[in-house]
Structures are given as structure tokens and as C-alpha cells.
């Protein structure tokens, strides 16, 4: 495995491949992370992963500077999992100058839901993809299902500018009580990480009264909300919406896509200070 830092020492480096595979991220690496590295194994001539911090996607009061940076450890399981180049380029490098380009994602998919709560945070996402994309030249790009809505996003900026890119959702892993691998779970407290197994739990609640003929979402919805907020957690939302496009279902709508597995339940919610998502496909 090898790092660059440079993206001219990136592009010298690919020019002897055709068919990178590529997984960006923020490091701090998971085993859904991991995962990802060698789903991506076979799809490729050459695994690149990007680790970088990307400023743009975090609102002035959120984790940007204490987001944990775990280089070692890091590098040494992307080696493990069969990581071919390590691509880790410094702020400088990546904005060299103010980002004054910016990839703006339609609002019916990128204001709802996460972008509603963190204004501004597919931008700064689809910024750094496609700048990312144009570094690497990747034939294939995998992005993990725990972040439901980025990953739609990120298929529909690809679609839309006709970029030459298979993007692929990798499994969301699960801790053994059910909680979604995360960067975040390791600000949980003892506590709290006893706590976190509550929102896959409600998920799944809210999947299986679906799936059982119930289509008063709003009054699920609604019921999920208190029983988190009862047990002290702060949620954002809770929500059964369409996979294609993350609107909600119109009443008549539902069962047909039960049927069809067209549905997803998602949510979000504060434990303290750490804000936890996932989702279920129903
Ligand atoms: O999912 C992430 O880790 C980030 O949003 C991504 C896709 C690497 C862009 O910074």
C-alpha cells in the first residue's frame, strides 16, 4: 500500500490503471469502512481511499476540529483489508484557494431530512466527491447505506452530470446489540453506548408496524419521537419515505411499496452531545 499526498503524484500513480475502485472518507476508520475496502477489492484494478477531513461539510458549531484523526491505526487496517493507495491530501492541497465552485444539490433531496438539520451539509459533500471523483478518475465509487441520503445524492450528482462512475451502497455493519458502525459511537460514553441500541431499535419498531399494515405514519412517527425524547434522547427526525427519492408515501402508497420494498425508515436523534443516524430498509 502506498500513500500520496499530491494529486499530480495521485494521477502519475493511476495513469497505469484502468478501473480504480474508490472509497472516499474521513478516516477514522470502522469495519464498515473496512468493509467497504474489500467490496471494492474485485470491482478494480487498483483500491484508492481517500482520507480527508472536509471542512466544508461541517457547520461552524459542529466536530470539525476534535474529529478524530486516527491516522495510524488508520493506515495500518486499510493495509489489512488490501488498500492499494492511500490518498490523504492536506486542506491546502485539496483548497488551495476558497472553494468559490460549488456543487449545488437539488433541494427537494438535499434540504430534507440530514440537509434540514445541518444546512448546507450536501454541498459541502458533493464539493469534495466530485473534486475527489476528478483526482481519482474512479470507474466505481462505494459509499456505505448508513448515510441513506448521501449515497442517494451522490447517485443522482454522478447521473445527472453524466459522470462515467458506478456508485455502489455498501451494507450498514452492526455492532452485536444492533447499533450501526460508526465515527461518532466512539464519543459515546459507557452509558450512552448502552443507550445508542434504542434508535436501531425504534427503527425496527417502526419497520415492523409497517410491514404489519399500519398507514398512519405520522402517528408512528409521532409515538417514536416521545418514546426517545422520554428516555432523554433529542430527536431530529423519524421517518418512513420512499427509497427512490426520500419523499414520504402518500397513504395509498404504502402497501404497494411494502410489496415492492420501496420503503425506508430513517432517523436521527442527539444522545448528549453525539448525534447518532440510521436507517432501515423496509
Ligand atoms: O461519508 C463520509 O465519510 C463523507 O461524507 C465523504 C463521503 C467521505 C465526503 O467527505
Known amino acids: 500500500m502506498i500513500i500520496i499526498r499530491t494529486i499530480a503524484e495521485l494521477r502519475d500513480h493511476l495513469d497505469h490503471f484502468k478501473h480504480p475502485a474508490f472509497v472516499p472518507t474521513m478516516g477514522n476508520l470502522h469495519d464498515g469502512h473496512l468493509a467497504l475496502v474489500r467490496q471494492a477489492k474485485p470491482l478494480g484494478d487498483v483500491v484508492v481511499v481517500s482520507i480527508f477531513v472536509n471542512r466544508l461539510q461541517f457547520l461552524p458549531h459542529e466536530d470539525f476540529d476534535t474529529y478524530p484523526r486516527t491516522w495510524e491505526a488508520d493506515c495500518e487496517a486499510l493495509d489489512a483489508?488490501?488498500?492499494?493507495?492511500?490518498?490523504?491530501?492536506?486542506?491546502?492541497?485539496?483548497?488551495?484557494?476558497?472553494?468559490?465552485?460549488?456543487?449545488?444539490?437539488?433541494?427537494?433531496?438535499?434540504?430534507?431530512?440530514?440537509?434540514?438539520?445541518?444546512?448546507g451539509f450536501f454541498v459541502g459533500v458533493c464539493t469534495v466527491v466530485m473534486k475527489l471523483f476528478a483526482c481519482?478518475?474512479?470507474?466505481?465509487?462505494?459509499?456505505?447505506?448508513?448515510?441513506?441520503?448521501?449515497?442517494?445524492?451522490?447517485?443522482?450528482?454522478?447521473?445527472?452530470?453524466?459522470?462515467?462512475?458506478?456508485?455502489?451502497?455498501?451494507?450498514?455493519?452492526?455492532?452485536?446489540?444492533?447499533?450501526?458502525?460508526?465515527?461518532?459511537?466512539?464519543?459515546?460514553?459507557?452509558?450512552?453506548?448502552?443507550?445508542?441500541?434504542?434508535?436501531?431499535?425504534?427503527?425496527?419498531?417502526?419497520?415492523?408496524?409497517?410491514?404489519?399494515?399500519?398507514?398512519?405514519?405520522?402517528?408512528?412517527?409521532?409515538?417514536?419521537?416521545?418514546?426517545?425524547?422520554?428516555?432523554?434522547?433529542?430527536?431530529?427526525?423519524?421517518?418512513?419515505?420512499?427509497?427512490?427519492?426520500?419523499?414520504?408515501?402518500?397513504?395509498?402508497?404504502?402497501?404497494?411499496?411494502?410489496?415492492h420494498t420501496g420503503l425506508v425508515v430513517l432517523g436521527a436523534a442527539k444522545l448528549g452531545s453525539t448525534r447518532l443516524i440510521d436507517n432501515l430498509e423496509i
Open 81 to 119: 483489508a488490501g488498500c492499494d493507495v492511500v490518498f490523504a491530501p492536506s486542506e491546502k492541497e485539496l483548497y488551495p484557494e476558497p472553494q468559490g465552485f460549488t456543487i449545488q444539490p437539488p433541494s427537494e433531496i438535499a434540504n430534507i431530512l440530514e440537509g434540514h438539520f445541518r444546512p
Open 136 to 259: 481519482v478518475g474512479p470507474r466505481v465509487a462505494l459509499f456505505g447505506k448508513k448515510d441513506y441520503q448521501q449515497l442517494l445524492v451522490i447517485k443522482r450528482m454522478v447521473r445527472q452530470f453524466a459522470l462515467p462512475i458506478e456508485v455502489i451502497g455498501g451494507t450498514t455493519l452492526r455492532a452485536a446489540d444492533g447499533l450501526a458502525l460508526s465515527s461518532r459511537n466512539n464519543y459515546l460514553n459507557p452509558s450512552q453506548r448502552l443507550e445508542a441500541v434504542q434508535l436501531s431499535q425504534t427503527l425496527q419498531s417502526i419497520a415492523q408496524a409497517v410491514r404489519a399494515g399500519s398507514t398512519d405514519l405520522e402517528s408512528l412517527e409521532q409515538q417514536a419521537m416521545d418514546d426517545l425524547a422520554h428516555r432523554g434522547w433529542q430527536p431530529d427526525y423519524l421517518t418512513v419515505r420512499r427509497r427512490s427519492n426520500l419523499q414520504a408515501p402518500t397513504p395509498d402508497q404504502i402497501t404497494p411499496l411494502v410489496m
